[in-house]
């Protein structure tokens, strides 16, 4: 009996595969391996771009410019701290506006709405998602600011309410769909667990089921923020556009100006390799690695579930 | 079940007195928080639902023939959208060219091929970061490398590689999820038959995968189409006399041309703002509920 | 004359566990071989060793040698595709591809690059009356073949694995879902297909064992601790472990 090598020939089958198979799965194979790395080099690229156009700027301006409290690049003044403060604020106030909607809403859809309401609200949720901000920004201009201004007397609606208000929008689908993903995986024992101790269903919500789903809903939350803090048509419409320090409790009601507006406004009106050019591109690079910041903390809160991918890039 | 009030069931009615009214107030609160919760979900949805038809109802007029068909003219005061839908076209086919092949082939790699290693994770977490990068960073990005470094210009081409690179990660995310839900079963058995990984994957994954697949790749195309951010500087142009002629031109797009005549046209008729407004509305929603109904209509006709 | 020889067999998964201790054992050709005894026993890891499939498994390490017709299928340099046309294998759960009945039968000769229809048919009836389906599916060829009963679905997947004109067939608690009568049609198949195939099979009970082994190895613990002729080792085994099992003092 030889034992080691070759290939059974018995039944009038081939021996060998076809080479001609062999070498273009081989090609596939390799084609498939490249493009699963291209998110990599994606990343890679575009980090490189943002620091190759933005490094320059902490050349070109001195650092006492660059992160001071003035902006205003006719006069050569560059400072980016009123920019990160507009964001601040109306990420914030969008913030304070999502989480209790989003959880909120949430909630309903998980554990109180009847099996009716769920099929309806649910989809209706994913469509308001897909509304593009160009649209709220839109109604913000000409619906949202007017009544702002009217409501609260002020001497324009274009605030950083405003963007508030549109930006804690376009958030809450994020965290509704995602946070409701979560609450729904928590295994149905948990609930009937704490009934059969003669929890009512109220405190059984608040007591075991989001407690249990928290990772997932703070994965929500934390893209929701990371989607509100990279908006730029929206609070570009109807914040007012005016980079002015926010810090005391009447900028919310005045007009600021947000980084990504800020880059979308300007961009248009450089000149290629000018100091203004880098300091935009520099501004970029903040943004990134403030979106890389948030992502990272999301992913590192670990929350597996079957359709959480789905949810959270749509 | 009810108490007595003798006194001379004292200690038993005390205690069954306690128990109701303990069980009263929660039940109240639980009814207050309940009614509180409906009115949150409410608001959430019901007034932009109200905003989706106040648009309908503003910009409906708008809508004719001549508006879908037609150029602009009187610096887009009067006249047609057609080049912004032509372009938004454009637009959206063009990232469909680049992101669905590139997209579903690093699903297949992630949820075929790929192994738990280091490398894998950091290629899952260049998809999360790239979905969180703030729109306007793509465009800074896209005007650098293809408008600029690679001089493709203001162009179809710049903008289309921008959000292809922008809607990547929408599509790998759902396409993965979309091959990971078929049965493992099935590999095993085609494996069984002397089947190689791939002609596995060609001929059972895949197919069973596409609807999946198909509707991320329509939801994450909605979102292109949307965007303003990343075309501003590397495809969008306000003002064209005529269509795009290559993927070399300039074009010009729904949501830019409705950015602009809602902040920088002076006397621009309301009514057209709305109207273009609709229309994009309409564009983008249209394909949302298509991806809706691919999705149930799969999940009915699913063969396992 | 034997078509499978294990020689000395020892594998270990990377979870610690050992599935198979030093198993030696001859298969006969054209009979029904039975791999019995209780979970965990090693008899799916056998039967996997015998086509290769455990090669999608994690398995650590694996030393010893499994012969076919003499040629050792354990051996890296092994073409694992032509062996597995040869050694074909159905599952304990009916896992029908989602294609139509004709498809699935055809799905393996498609894997082979072969297109000619006529073949293509001649295969589907001929896999398909040797399976003893060919009378209830025969008007309903298109159909999705998920639409078939379980008992159905088995022998379309037996069916499948017929059409490669394989040599071996190996069988994994192939009837563990199935009524009786399904379960009677499988194993009525089974009987007249060993008088061309070689075929092994771990039954889902004792009793299954009883009737269909032509020979019977009982394994216990991942080591063979009996093989006869299944007549023999049924009525008189010759382990004390053998009998405990098969009288059902312990399972």
Known sequence: MNGATG??????????????????????????????????????????FLVREGLPALVDVPLRNLFGTRWYPIEGYFGVVPLLTGSLVVTVGAMAIAVPFGIGTAMFISEIAPRWAREVLKPLVELL??????????????????????????????????????????????????????LDAVPRSYRDAALAVGATPWQTMWGVT?????????????????????????VMMVTGNAPVLA??????????????????????????????????????MLLFVISLLVNVIASAVVFRQRSRAERVLS | MSVSGSPAAAPASDSRRQFRATSVRRRRVQRIGFAWLSLMA????????????????????????????????????QGGILPAIVGTFYLTLGTALFSVPLGVAAAVY??????????????????????????????????????LFLRFGTSILSASLTLSIMTLPVIISAAEEALRAVPQAFRTVSVSLGGSRWQTIARVVLPQAVPGILTGVILGLERAAGETAPILFTGAAFFLPRLPNSPLDPTMALPYHLFVISTQVPGMPLQIQYGTALVLIVFVLGMNLTATVIRSRARARRQW | MDKIVVDNLTLQYTDGTESLRGVSMAIPANAITVLFGPAGGGKSSLLRCFNRLNDLADVKTVSGRVLLDGINVLDPAMDVVALRRKVGMVFARPVVLPFSIRGNVTYGLELMGI???????????????????????????????????????QRLCLARSLALQPEVILL??????????STGKVEAALQELKKNYTIVLVPHSVQQAGRTADFAAFLLQGELVEFGPGKDLFTHPRDQRTEDYITGRFG
């Open chain 2, 110 to 147: 992630l949820a075929e091929y790929a192994q738990e290693n280091v490398l894998t994770r950091a290629i899952r977490v260049a998809i999360i970061n790239l979905a969180g990068i703030p729109s306007v960073v793509y465009g800074l990005f896209g005007m650098g490398l293809f408008v």
């Open chain 1, 247 to 284: 810090v005391r409790l009447a900028s919310i009601v005045s007009p600021v100006r947000t980084m990504t507006a800020t880059i979308a406004a300007e961009m248009g009106e450089v000149a290629s390799g000018s100091p203004h050019y880098h300091v935009l591109f520099f501004i970029g």
């Open chain 1, 129 to 182: 998602g897909g509304l593009p901000s160009v649209v709220l920004g839109f109604l913000g201009i000409l619906v949202l600011s007017p009544y702002l201004r009217q409501l609260l007397d002020l001497p324009t609606g274009l605030t950083a309410l405003a963007g508030s208000l549109l930006l804690g929008g376009i958030a809450v689908p994020t965290i509704v769909s995602i946070a409701e993903d979560a």
């Open chain 3, 172 to 181: 994994d608690e192939p009837t563990s879902g199935l009524d009786p009568i």
């Open chain 1, 7 to 48: 290939t059974p020939t018995a039944g009038g089958q081939s021996a060998r595969p076809r080479p001609r198979r062999d070498w273009g799965e081989a090609i596939i194979t390799r084609l498939i391996q490249l493009s699963g790395y291209s998110a990599v080099v994606f990343v890679g690229l575009i980090f490189f």
């Open chain 1, 210 to 234: 989001l407690p249990a789903a928290r990772s997932g809903v703070l994965t929500a939350v934390l893209l929701g923020m990371g989607r509100a803090v990279g908006e730029t048509m929206a």
């Open chain 2, 42 to 77: 409410v608001a959430t949805v019901v007034p932009i639902t109200l905003v989706v038809l106040y648009i309908v109802q503003q910009g409906g007029p708008a809508i004719s023939w001549e508006f879908l068909s037609g150029l602009p003219s009187d610096g887009m005061r």
């Open chain 3, 115 to 153: 297109r000619d229809a006529r073949r293509l048919e001649e295969a589907v009836e001929q896999s398909l009356r040797l399976a003893a389906l060919w009378d209830e599916v025969h008007q309903r060829l298109d159909d999705p073949a998920i639409a078939l009963s379980g008992g159905q679905q």
